[in-house]
């Protein structure tokens, strides 16, 4: 896998960008999510080369996203398994699903997967919400501030905030639908 890597960047975003890899290794991770472990699905569900696919695994192994368990000995077969670490990744495919059916990426005439409250069968939307409230947040009132282990880069990044968020509202304001980060009910 070309890459030319972000060691020494502060960021917890490019940490996790380069713990996924790429492409493939995010459909993988969709792949785990939905279920799938054993290698031959993996080629199955996303017509990934076998070398690429081999690369990838073994990425996201290195990285603590999967871990390998040995399902068969002769001949010797693994399956893929998330790891915590990878766990706490999966609530990306959600968020990527939906922005994808929003903004109509697909290619098929609705939504291809439906994420939905097992409980109750609600769907599950995604936003930006207040902890301390539990209010939802729009994302012009989103301010994005250095935290504690920023550094210069960080904050030069940070510095440009006045420019998101004048964006932002002209966007908002041509628009006139659902800002993005603000779940869309059902048939809105």
Not at 103 to 119: D, E, I, K, W, Y
């Amino acid at each position: 896998m070309r890459s030319k890597g972000f060691d020494g960047m502060v960021c917890s975003i490019a940490g996790v960008t380069a713990a996924i890899g790429d492409r493939w290794g995010m459909l993988i991770l969709r792949d785990l999510v939905c279920g799938i472990r054993r290698y031959e699905d993996f080629r199955q569900s996303s017509g990934v080369t076998n070398a690429t696919l081999s690369d990838r695994l073994k990425h996201l192994e290195a990285n603590g996203i999967i871990e390998r368990r040995r399902y068969q000995v002769n001949p010797e077969r693994f399956e893929y398994l998330l790891t915590r670490k990878g766990w706490q990744i999966a609530p990306l495919m959600p968020v990527l699903a939906e922005i994808g059916d929003r903004l109509g990426l697909s290619g098929a005439s609705g939504p291809p997967m439906a994420f939905v409250n097992r409980r109750t069968g609600g769907e599950i939307g995604w936003g930006f919400f207040d902890r301390t409230t539990g209010e939802q947040v729009s994302p012009v009132d989103l301010e994005i501030r250095p935290g504690e282990g920023a550094d210069e880069h960080v904050r030069w990044r940070l510095s440009h905030e006045a420019n998101r968020r004048q964006a932002l509202e002209e966007i908002l304001g041509r628009a006139g639908n659902a800002p993005a980060g603000q779940a869309a009910k059902p048939g809105t």
